[in-house]
């Protein structure tokens, strides 16, 4: 029907990343971190550079989900890991704009790490 039509126009905008739960959110951080590197293969900088964008609101929507947690060893690890993975992605996003930073190559350990840790402590 006709109400397809407008299905995507504006979903950037609305698209809100209140995430259920802290699993939910790391999928999202997974699937962005593979498309910001495929963009990178291909030479792709604008994508990627959106991608990255999207990232970060993910990630600083990730936090708050952390925040939301029992004060717990869990909770500790996971903020370490959103630190981490801030840091390294604040990096590329720096060599994406010309300045001193790293490649994906150079922090794709420190970002697996990472994930790995918040998909631990997700449950």
Known sequence: GDHDVHGDEGHDDEHDHDFESLGEAVKEIKSLRTSIGDDLAKGEGDD??????????????????????????????????????????????????????????????SIDNAIATLEKNAG
Not at 58 to 68: G, H, R
Not at 75 to 99: C, P, Q, R, Y
């Open 48 to 109: 990627a550079h959106g991608q990255m964008l999207h990232l970060f609101e993910v990630l600083a929507a990730t936090e708050k989900v952390i925040q939301a947690m029992e004060e717990s060893d869990a909770k500790t690890e996971s903020t370490a890991a959103i630190e981490s993975l801030l840091d390294d992605f604040s990096s590329v996003d720096a060599t994406m704009h010309g300045g001193e930073g790293k490649e994906m190559k150079d922090i794709a350990e």
